[in-house]
């Protein structure tokens, strides 16, 4: 049982450039959410998915977008990289919108 | 709004030391949980707690122990005879009705010093 996966670990990326991260979980989780999280800082949502086929905008949502077509994967794609979106990126996933979310280990993005 | 504030941005102790890290939160849902996660310097994220709104037992888990009240809408840590091993950094979160996004402070960094 892996939990929650992300790839890549880390990643530099020109201005302007654009990628996808990649999150993959196998507890058959419903809920998956994407996080950012800037240097000293807490967490601030950027998506979220309640159920395959199903995704919604969070806090910080600009730039980004998100698909969900199967219950484990749930990718985030980065448009046109600014050095704005220089952070951390977690994944994490839940049984239910009650329960604790468990989270990947992070992927940390440069953009210069 | 929704809000959660963690008043203290580093507390360093020596090792043995009680430390309490503190948690205020704003919600206007009468339904709604709270977490503490912990962020070790490795940099992954561990669950440590989830408590409902409607109930105000305190819980205890080893050297762990979290007070939640209600009347001054705060969720407080407490980790009795600290240890190296519990420097990270300490969120405390807030998940209200709806799809359990969560609302996290800007956390407390503890360092435990031997």
């Known amino acids: 049982n892996a939990g929650v996966t992300q790839t890549p670990k880390f990643r530099i990326l020109k201005i302007g450039q654009s990628m996808t991260l990649q999150c993959a979980q196998d507890m058959n989780h419903n809920y998956m959410y994407w996080y950012r999280q800037d240097p000293g800082m807490g967490l601030k949502l950027i998506y979220y998915s309640v159920g395959a086929g199903i995704t919604d905008k969070g806090e910080v949502p600009n730039g980004y977008n998100v698909s969900r077509s199967t219950t484990e994967d749930f990718p985030l794609r980065l448009e046109l990289a600014a050095p704005s979106q220089t952070s951390v990126y977690f994944c994490?996933?839940?049984?239910?919108?009650?329960?604790?979310?468990?989270f990947g280990p992070g992927t940390r993005l440069t953009v210069t | 709004a929704q809000k959660v504030t963690q008043a203290q941005t580093e507390i360093s102790v020596v090792e043995k030391e009680d430390v309490t890290l503190d948690c205020v939160y704003e919600?206007?849902?009468?339904?709604?949980?709270l977490f503490w996660y912990k962020q070790p310097p490795s940099g992954e994220l561990v669950f440590l707690i989830r408590r409902n709104s409607f109930d105000e037992q305190n819980e205890i888990s080893g050297r762990y122990s979290w007070n939640f009240q209600k009347s001054t809408s705060s969720f407080n840590f407490t980790i009795t005879a600290s240890q190296v091993v519990d420097s990270a950094v300490y969120f405390c979160?807030?998940?209200?009705?709806?799809?359990?996004?969560?609302?996290f402070g800007q956390g407390t960094e503890l360092s435990v010093k031997p």
């Open positions: 979160a807030l998940s209200e009705e709806g799809p359990g996004k969560l609302i």
């Open positions: 994490a996933s839940s049984y239910s919108r009650y329960d604790e979310q468990y």
């Open positions: 919600t206007r849902d009468t339904t709604y949980y």
